[in-house]
């Protein structure tokens, strides 16, 4: 048997067909990671005031949910960042929840809280069970966007680039 050539039609239609398949599986893997955003878990704050807020009625509307401790450095460093993206886009549909971490004593967050003025809902999580909830948040600061849906879309450790978070809070705020 002699082996057979390609012509150079044949290797075209080839690569052709090769690269078509692989626009597909990227598409399709793209579908796929936007599609399998994962939903935020059903938690309800509590906050320092008392009152209570179900992530639930929270839906229809892009949430920030920032995990932070007054004995963070970082948390405190970008609190202020936080208050101004809030005043930002607030009044576009934005909502947003402080929760302090369980360690953190709950009259040093009402304290910190009040000094700073803080427009946005501040929460305790006094048995770390908020927490658990989110993946099992142990580093602060972390913060978690929700779309409108109710799916985690982006997940900060640390302090966010708050020029790329301020257009993700646009375009999600925009759809």
């Not at 048997?1 to 990227?26: D, E, N, W």
Request: include cysteine; hydrophobic fraction near 40%.
């Amino acid at each position: 048997m002699q082996p057979q050539t390609i012509s150079s039609a044949g290797k075209r239609k080839f690569l052709i067909g090769l690269g078509a398949i692989a626009v597909a599986a990227v598409a399709a893997l793209g579908y796929v990671s936007l599609s399998s955003a994962k939903p935020a878990p059903d938690v309800t704050f509590t906050s320092i005031t008392g009152d209570k807020v179900s992530m639930q009625s929270l839906r229809g509307k892009v949430v920030m949910v920032n995990f932070w401790a007054t004995s963070c450095t970082t948390c405190i460093k970008e609190m202020p960042a936080m208050v101004q993206t809030y005043n930002k886009y607030k009044d576009k549909g934005l909502d947003f929840v402080a929760v302090a971490m369980s360690y953190d004593p709950p009259n040093y967050v009402l304290n910190y809280a009040q000094t700073r003025n803080l427009p946005f809902k501040v929460a305790l999580d006094t048995q770390g069970d908020v927490a658990k909830s989110f993946d099992d948040v142990k580093l602060t600061p972390t913060t978690y966007v929700i779309d409108k849906q109710g799916r985690i879309i982006k997940r900060y450790v640390g302090e966010p680039d708050f020029a790329a978070l301020h257009q993700l809070l646009e375009k999600e705020l925009a759809a």
